[in-house]
């Protein structure tokens, strides 16, 4: 197998255990990464919401916010794996395609 | 490690899109020039990786999670340059689609996860493995220490990024306006539980790989700029 090919089967067999990304902090108990809270959390963590904080936390709505399908997950809460999963999938080949895209564009424009 | 929106203040937030713009105008001049045809469909690999180790979060047990980011082993195999613009790709599908990454932070986040983190490693990677044959140990080792040490190095700068806004940004009655915890909170914790934990599974990951790539392709390992 050509070394192209296999670090692209690296990367599926990644994208496959990305669940463990999300299992094992479950597992552990642990919460978000330091300094990621979301606004409920910081509340409670401080005990005040900064106010600059508030007015930029939700600056931006991402279709997939936190790579699960929130609405998919509260159907199913076995189901969010799945969408870890896809995820990871849609992320791997939106940025594969981006990159190749500009390097593309490097190249032919030197 | 991925900063959201709100957590800093205009003025950083600004700041380091101003820093980074330039950065990524002489990344994309130096990758055009360097950048061979055989090199594209590694590049696309690398914004990949980036993004799918990035997903897997390691708790620390009660505590907090975190995770490797994969940017010093793409900056040793395609150098600095190149590892800048592809975790840049990652960074940016990261926040726009996943919300993993603040928009208004997203220069700041490239600046130490896309700049500072694959320059710091690439160069201490070169210097520990100085002269040493593409398949000696020391290259395993180098690999290790630089992935360990760019991680704390970046883990140190956005505890400074976080703990320097209560500094810059409060209310008239001393209430803090964004990230609420002040330096002596975020850099030793940033610092510490990378230390302690994250910064061993990037040397993990960054080892493992250059270890395996000795055997089945060495040819990547040859010097790249």
């Known amino acids: ?110 | 490690m991925h900063i959201p929106d709100g957590y800093l203040g205009p003025a950083t937030c600004g700041f380091f899109y101003l820093v980074m713009l330039p950065i990524w105008m002489v990344a994309s001049k130096i990758v055009q020039k360097a950048l061979k045809a055989r090199q594209v469909p590694l590049l696309a690999i690398a914004a990949a990786f980036s993004f799918v180790i990035m997903m897997f979060n390691i708790p620390i047990p009660g505590g907090t999670t975190g995770h490797a980011i994969g940017g010093v082993l793409i900056a040793i195999l395609l150098g600095p340059w190149a590892a800048s613009i592809a975790i840049t790709v990652a960074l940016v599908i990261q926040a726009l689609l996943f919300g993993d990454g603040g928009l208004s932070a997203l220069g700041a986040n490239c600046f130490n996860m896309a700049f500072v983190f694959p320059f710091s490693g690439y160069y201490i990677y070169k210097a520990v493995s100085y002269n040493a044959p593409v398949i000696s140990n020391r290259r395993v080792v180098a690999a290790g220490i630089a992935g360990y040490l760019a991680l704390n190095i970046v883990a140190a700068l956005t505890g400074l990024e976080f703990g320097l806004q209560p500094l810059l940004h409060r209310t008239a009655s001393g209430q803090a306006l964004y990230c609420p915890y002040g330096l002596n909170v975020a850099l030793p914790v940033m610092l510490s539980e990378h230390l302690l934990v994250f910064g061993w599974v990037e040397a993990i990951v960054t080892a493992l790989v250059i270890k395996y790539l000795q055997k089945q392709a060495p040819e990547l390992l040859t010097e790249s700029k």
């Not at chain 1, 296999?6 to 552990?28: T, Y």
């Not at chain 1, 997950?73 to 999938?89: C, E, F, M, N, V």
């Open chain 1, 1 to 110: 197998m050509k070394v192209v090919a296999k670090f692209w089967f690296f990367i599926g067999v990644l994208a496959a255990l990305s669940p463990l990304g999300l299992l094992l902090p479950e597992h552990f108990k642990a919460g978000p990464a330091w300094g990621e809270w979301g606004v409920d959390e910081i509340r409670e963590l401080t005990g005040y919401l900064p106010k600059g904080l508030e007015k930029l936390a939700n600056l931006w709505e991402a279709p997939v916010s936190d790579y699960t399908f929130k609405a998919w997950g509260q159907k199913r809460p076995a189901d969010l794996s799945l969408t870890y999963i896809l995820s990871a999938i849609i992320g791997v080949m939106v940025c594969a395609g981006v990159m190749l895209l500009i390097a593309k564009f490097l190249v032919k424009n030197k």
